[in-house]
Structure formats: C-alpha cells, structure tokens
Antibody, heavy 113, light 112 residues
Framework: QVKLQQSGAELVKPGASVKLSCKTS????????MSWFKQIPGQSIEWIGM????????GYNQKFKGKATLTVDTSSSTAYMDLSSLTTEDSAVYFC??????WGQGTLVTVSS | DVVMTQTPPSLSVAIGQSVSISCKSS???????????LHWLLQSPGQSPKLLIY???NLGSGVPDRFSGTGSQKDFTLKISRVEAEDLGVYYC?????????FGGGTKLELK
C-alpha cells in the first residue's frame, strides 16, 4: 500500500535552516507529483508547492518562494523540503502529499531560541 | 489568489443527524480540461487530513456513501447523511484548479 513516512519533529533556532524528508513506498515515485503543505496548529492549511519527480520540475506558491526549496531523490523514492531563514512564523506542521489521496503523518517544526 | 469561503465555521450535531457544509469560491473552479478540481478533506483530531470527495462528487477510496458532494462553478456543498462518531473533526474544501491551491477556513463538526 502507499505510504509516505516523514522525518521527525525539529526544534530549530531563528535564522537557521532545516531539511524535511518524506520517504515513499507502494507506488511509482519517479513519475509522480509530490506536494507540500503547511498547517499552523488550530488553523487552516496552505499549499507550499509541488515537484515532479520525473524531472525535478517545481512550482511554488509565491508566498513561499525563497523560503522553501523542493527536491527529490528518485533512487530512494524520497522527497525533501528545505526551509531557510526560519522565523517563529514558520513554526507549523508540514505535510507531504501525493494527489491529495495520500498524506504523510506530518513533521512539526518549532522555531525557538 | 482564489478565496474559499466555508460555512458554517462550526456545527454541533447529534449522531444520526444529517448536515451540510457550504464552500464558495471567488472564481469559477472549472479548469480548461472541463473538470472541476474541488475536493473535500476531513481532519480528525491529531491526524493528517483524509480525502473524502474529489472533483466535486467522487468518493475517495474507502469513504462511506453517507458522504456526498455536489455543486458547480463557484458553489459547492458537502452533505453527511446519518452522522457517526467517527465523522467528527474539521472539514476542509480545497481548490486545485488555480495556482496557488487554496483551502477554506474549515468547518468543525462536534457532537451535540
């Protein structure tokens, strides 16, 4: 069955960067699209962007350009998201998602000094 | 960006009751291929969202037929017939017709 396994919770300092991972199994990763979403606890959900694993082509929500960078490693069927220059406003749960049908369990990122 | 307006923001229901949630978009959600990429998700407490309905009216995998979706263009509705305890949580509509994809503010379904 399809599984998206995300990396564990992160506690990072303001100004730092963090790289989240999403390891997939159960489907053909190399021809799929992976999207990433942000959810501040108690609030709605925002779309960050998406990447096509076939060629690494990306599309971003303008709001997250310069903040998030999406990459993939097709050899390990894993998607990554780098978040840079972190501030307290980046504290949230981040989800990787395939076609809205399959969601990772989420990674909690807490930005605090 | 397309603004998705969900109402009501919360609902208090009894088990067995039927409820409807409205989702209105600021632009038509019909894509150039003729399809409408309006989906409904349920986020149970402490869980990742789950796809209930895709493209307005198609049931997600394993979703009971107590759930149904209707609508067109800019006006959409999710109906839950005979609410069960497992249906409690926050419901979101999301449009994936226009970039950036955008979500409604959510409707919290609670037990009366």
């Amino acid at each position: 069955q399809v599984k998206l396994q995300q990396s564990g919770a992160e506690l990072v300092k303001p100004g730092a960067s963090v790289k989240l991972s999403c390891k997939t199994s159960g489907y053909t990763f190399s021809t799929s699209y992976m999207s990433w979403f942000k959810q501040i606890p108690g609030q709605s959900i925002e779309w960050i962007g998406m990447i096509y694993a076939g060629d690494g082509g990306t599309g971003y929500n303008q709001k997250f350009k310069g903040k998030a960078t999406l990459t993939v490693d097709t050899s390990s069927s894993t998607a990554y998201m780098d978040l840079s220059s972190l501030t307290t406003e980046d504290s949230a749960v981040y989800f990787c998602v395939e076609s809205f049908a399959y969601w990772g369990q989420g990674t909690l990122v807490t930005v605090s000094s | 960006d397309v603004v998705m307006t969900q109402t009501p923001p919360s609902l208090s229901v009894a088990i067995g009751q039927s409820v409807s949630i409205s989702c209105k978009s600021s632009q038509s959600l019909v894509y150039s291929d003729g399809k409408t990429y309006l989906h409904w998700l349920l986020q149970s407490p402490g869980q990742s969202p789950k796809l209930l309905i895709y493209q307005v009216s198609n049931l997600g995998s394993g979703v009971p037929d107590r759930f149904s979706g209707t609508g067109s263009q800019k006006d959409f509705t999710l109906k839950i017939s005979r609410v069960e305890a497992e249906d409690l949580g926050v419901y979101y509509c999301v449009q994936a017709t226009h970039f950036p994809w955008t979500f409604g503010g959510g409707t919290k379904l609670e037990l009366k």
